[in-house]
């Protein structure tokens, strides 16, 4: 191969040629990382792109400092969650050992498709994510897959329900003499609808069931829909709550369901992506009783755990059900007797082992350190959550559960119709005035703004200088 046309640092030589010129490379990149990370509250939460223009695929190989141009632009235009004030998403700051695990993955490139490809990875996953659902007490034969994203975990779940519940498996769902159909509450996550879609149930195959004023699912609702579904000649095959609603935090109630679920034979899905974390508290885990009665659950370390994207996971109570209902063999890939090839069982066959960034950041900061995690992110919510009952021009979209606040205002002195495009003011004067960057979720054909208090460095102070900045606009307005 002659090298002469590539840079130097194209790839690292395995003799160590290059090494200078790499470690040069590597420390400029890391220099940048920490110039920014350490910075990140001088900056603004959101920054605004000026412009990105269309670009060109390079011919020639370029240099270095082409590259460190390319990566202050990223830099200086990325959405910006270290910054005290981001409290708009549930995107946390990541761990520090995400970021050293990232890096470690990508300099391995190792494939979780095969133990052959992964030989440590492929066997620490099943090992950590049986713990995991362990502790979310699905029992001795539970265990999980780790997945990019949760939509995807949703998916997977849904998509060994209908197998399992159908026997869909070989033939799917042409020989079905009645159409499948499964319930979740109006307040789910997109992504279940869009798992409806894809298997073959269409959108209107997941039944939106009405939620009551604290956003859970509403039982007697979900009574009269399970009739109707019965009486239209449908197949019931699966009940999906949500633990963690993406929009106010709230808990659908999991016994009840549970119990409902049994009772009319379907499976159990719990889409606990971002509320999972608290599995990980004494405090409380007691909020996601019934959990434990699942047959499934999404969970986002991703999200309540600090650990960068992607980080997702779906947990089986009985993780054969995998190999019996889901798994299509890949015979390109060598077998071990004794670890399945996680290729076949999952969605995705090549996989990045996103297991590494998990693993380190629940070795670095322990249970203990989510444990005060999350217990600080409640005290502020408390905080918050009282500032706004003591506005009365504010209003709650439900009582929060978890660390999400969802409130609008409500400006009496003005007609209700411009209160949608007056909550949208006020979103931009936070950011503006207050440097905090909170959402503007659509919610209940109104526009609310939420508050997610996740990161660490968020304090009382940023706390009172958002509600300095509201006071101020219901003042100007
Ligand atoms: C409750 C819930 N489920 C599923 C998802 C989808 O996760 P992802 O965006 O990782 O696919 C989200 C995302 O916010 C969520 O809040």
Not at 138 to 141: E, F, S
Not at 243 to 249: I, M
Not at 338 to 341: A, E, I, P, Q, R
Not at 398 to 403: A, F, G, L
């Given at each position: 191969m002659d090298f002469s046309r590539l840079p130097e640092t194209a790839f690292v030589h395995p003799r160590g040629e290059n090494r200078a010129a790499i470690e040069a490379l590597l420390s400029q990149v890391a220099t940048r990382i920490l110039d920014y990370l350490t910075g990140a509250a001088d900056q603004t939460p959101l920054p605004e792109l000026q412009t990105l223009s269309t670009i060109a695929l390079p011919e020639k190989s370029g240099d270095v400092a082409t590259l460190m141009a390319t990566l202050d632009t990223v830099l200086s235009t990325a959405m910006n969650p270290?910054?005290?004030?981001?409290?708009?998403?549930?995107?946390p700051l990541p761990t520090t050992a995400s970021i050293v695990g990232d890096w470690v993955v990508a300099a391995l490139n190792?494939?979780?498709?095969s133990v052959e490809m992964s030989p440590l990875f492929s066997r620490l996953e099943p090992l950590l994510l049986r713990e995991i659902a362990q502790l979310f007490g699905?029992?001795?034969?539970a265990g999980g897959l780790l997945v990019s994203g949760g939509s995807l975990a949703n998916l997977q779940a849904l998509a060994v329900a209908r197998n399992v519940k159908?026997?869909?498996?070989?033939?799917?769902?042409?020989?079905?003499a009645q159409p499948p159909v499964f319930f979740m509450s109006e307040?789910?996550?997109s992504s279940i609808k869009k798992a409806a879609m894809l298997l073959g149930?269409?959108?209107?195959?997941a039944i939106a069931v009405a939620t009551n004023d604290q956003s859970q699912l509403d039982l007697p609702a979900l009574h009269q829909a399970i009739h109707q579904a019965q009486q239209q000649g449908q197949k019931p095959f699966a009940l999906v709550a949500t633990?963690?609603?993406?929009?106010?935090?709230n808990i659908d109630p999991l016994v009840e369901l549970a119990a409902i679920a049994r009772e009319h034979d379907l499976w159990f899905h719990v889409d606990?992506?971002?509320?999972?974390?608290?599995?990980?508290t004494e405090a409380y885990?007691?909020?996601?009783?019934?959990?434990?009665?699942?047959d499934s659950v999404t969970f986002n370390p991703q999200k309540w755990l600090y650990v960068s994207k992607t980080c997702a996971s779906v947990l089986f109570r009985e993780m054969d059900q995998l190999q019996h209902h889901f798994q299509v063999a890949a015979h390109y890939m060598n077998t071990e007797d004794?670890?399945?090839?996680l290729g076949e069982i999952s969605v995705p066959g090549t996989r990045h082992a996103d297991v590494l960034k998990l693993w380190l950041s629940l070795q670095h900061l322990g249970q203990q350190g989510y444990r005060e995690l999350i217990a600080a992110n409640y005290a502020l919510t408390t905080h918050f959550t009282a500032a706004v009952k003591a506005r009365p021009e504010l209003q709650l979209?439900?009582?929060?559960?978890?660390?999400l606040v969802c409130f609008r205002g409500c400006?009496?002195?003005?007609?209700?119709?411009q209160w949608d495009d007056w909550n949208r003011r006020l979103q931009a004067h936070l950011l503006q005035e207050a440097r905090a960057f909170l959402s503007l979720p659509r919610y209940r054909g109104h526009n609310w703004l939420k508050v997610v208090l996740?990161?660490?460095?968020?304090t009382l102070a940023e706390i009172e200088r958002i509600f300095a900045a509201i006071d101020q606009f219901l003042a100007i307005t």
């Open positions: 270290a910054h005290p004030g981001y409290v708009g998403h549930m995107d190792n494939n979780m498709l699905l029992g001795d034969r159908l026997g869909t498996l070989k033939t799917g769902l042409l020989t079905q307040a789910a996550h149930l269409g959108t209107d195959g633990a963690g609603t993406t929009v106010t935090g606990a992506a971002y509320g999972g974390a608290l599995m990980f885990r007691d909020r996601l009783q019934g959990i434990e009665q699942a004794d670890w399945v090839k979209a439900s009582e929060p559960e978890m660390n400006p009496e002195w003005l007609p209700a119709d996740l990161n660490p460095y968020t």
